[in-house]
């Protein structure tokens, strides 16, 4: 339990600094600009983090990278910008609570996780804090942004879904790193063909897209996924409803923004929701097998190490892992 739970502290990161990336993209860059401000977030911190693990993909996630590339990088970052320049912070990030229900349904349908009992009803009370904050908000809402920012949120939870799936042979910083390359790669002709050149950035701007790149993005999305490979779905997309805590309270007290009392209430039901999904005792992690359906154990001889003839992948035999170094070692 205790070992969830500092997995919990570091998935917590992530959704803290989305949060916090609403009200700097929507404060400190150019609102006519989503594709580069979705490239220039992207390909930073793809390099920066292949610098740190210089590996390159083999076999499989090679298109794994670029499918989830376009999903979680490419379509979310430019969603994500259009929704943080058209809806106020408190809003573009309290519409992302819906996450959680999104990634149970898909864990479902895609990978046949039944969602916990706790973790349906912990989205599901999120989701209805969600609608009391929004519908209420005397304030008109754009509904483009809404619709970019409940695109956002159906797109990425996809990618969340298929990464938790898709976790043999990877380590968390460098399938990272290579999903963010392969989205970057993919804005950056597309941002030149219909933004033209990107303009100089002020000192502002780099300072922001100092953080968009490095904490909102490297940082967040290592802790992120990592969560997904140590945590069960639905308790990585309730700590995500931490990011809709973060966008309102920076909304409130930076922006300006205001919030009553019905969007207050709204909010507690979101803590709740993140409450109600926190791990239980025994939870298994992202993709783990049944223990039921997993057949007696067979003990291991003393003498044998506890990686003996397997490889990275877990699987016997076969070739030496799916990710390898510049110099051909793992």
């Known amino acids: 339990m205790e070992a969830s739970f500092r997995w919990v502290l570091l998935t917590a990161v992530a959704p803290v600094a989305w949060g916090a990336n609403y009200y700097v993209t929507r404060e400190f860059l150019s609102a006519d600009r989503p594709l580069w401000g979705a490239a220039l977030r992207a390909l930073p911190a793809g390099l920066l983090l292949l610098a740190l693990r210089p590996r390159r993909p083999r076999g499989p996630w090679w298109w794994r990278s670029a499918l989830l590339g376009l999903l979680n990088t490419a379509g979310f970052f430019v ?101 963010l390359l392969a989205g970057g790669l993919v804005l950056l002709p597309l941002a030149a063909a ?88 025994g939870a298994a992690p992202a993709g783990s097998p049944d223990p039921a359906a997993a057949g007696p154990r067979i003990p291991r001889p003393s003498h044998v190490p506890p990686d003996a003839g397997a490889s990275p992948s877990g699987r016997s035999g076969g070739r030496a892992g799916v990710w390898r170094g510049r110099s051909g070692a793992r």
């Open 79 to 179: 969603l994500l910008y259009i929704a943080s320049q058209s809806l106020a912070t408190s809003v573009a990030s309290t519409v992302m609570a819906a996450s959680p229900l999104a990634m149970l349904l898909l864990a479902w349908v895609l990978t046949a996780t039944r969602p916990a009992r706790a973790h349906l009803l912990g989205a599901l009370t999120g989701l209805a804090g969600v609608g009391l904050m929004v519908l209420t908000r005397a304030e008109p809402v754009s509904l483009p942004g809404l619709a970019a920012s409940a695109a956002a949120m159906v797109v990425s939870s996809l990618g969340y879904v298929l990464a938790a799936r898709w976790r043999d042979g990877a380590d968390a910083l460098t399938a990272t790193a290579w999903q």
């Open 194 to 281: 219909f933004e033209g050149a990107p303009a100089a950035p002020t000192g502002r701007e780099l300072l922001a897209f100092g953080y968009v790149a490095v904490v909102a993005t490297a940082l967040a999305f290592t802790a992120w996924f990592t969560g997904l490979r140590h945590l069960p779905p639905g308790t990585v997309g309730l700590v995500g409803l931490l990011n809709p805590l973060t966008g309102v309270l920076l909304g409130t007290l930076l922006a300006g923004e205001s919030l009553g009392p019905l969007q207050l209430a709204g909010l507690l039901l979101v803590l709740t929701g993140v409450a109600l999904g926190r791990p239980s005792r």
